[in-house]
């Protein structure tokens, strides 16, 4: 399984077995696709970029991972409540990946917009994380 893989099964594990956060966004509230109709609230695991992040004498990757949060209640105050609760996750959390181990995973940004085409609130939530293969 490759380090992106890995990362991307355990964020979702993480994510889906968060009582708080499933309190907030319902027990199928978080997917790694879009959803033809969803059903908000929505984390959505949208999408991992990997670089390679090697040093002289030991391989690694960097990766960015984009969490798209949606809502169709009225204003930010929902997806500004369930992207803090995201952050209280996943932010420096200890994740046991398979055939990998994660070095770091921190917060990087969180972007609010409102999707103009439909009723939904979004927050772009990106981290980064750095993993080296399991030894």
Known sequence: MSAASALQKA???RLSGDT???ALIGGNGVTDRRLAAPTAPLVVIAGIDSTDHST????GEEH???LDIWSDAAGHRQVQVIAAAVRAVLHDA???LSG?????LFHRQTRLS????SRFH???????AVTEPAT
């Open 64 to 66: 960015i991972i984009t």
């Open 94 to 96: 200890a994740l046991t």
């Open 100 to 104: 990998h181990r994660l070095v770091l």
């Open 11 to 13: 964020i979702y594990e």
């Open 56 to 59: 002289a004498t030991e391989p």
């Open 20 to 22: 708080a956060l499933t």
């Open 122 to 128: 979004r927050a772009e939530t990106e981290f980064r």
């Open 114 to 117: 409102r999707d103009g085409k």
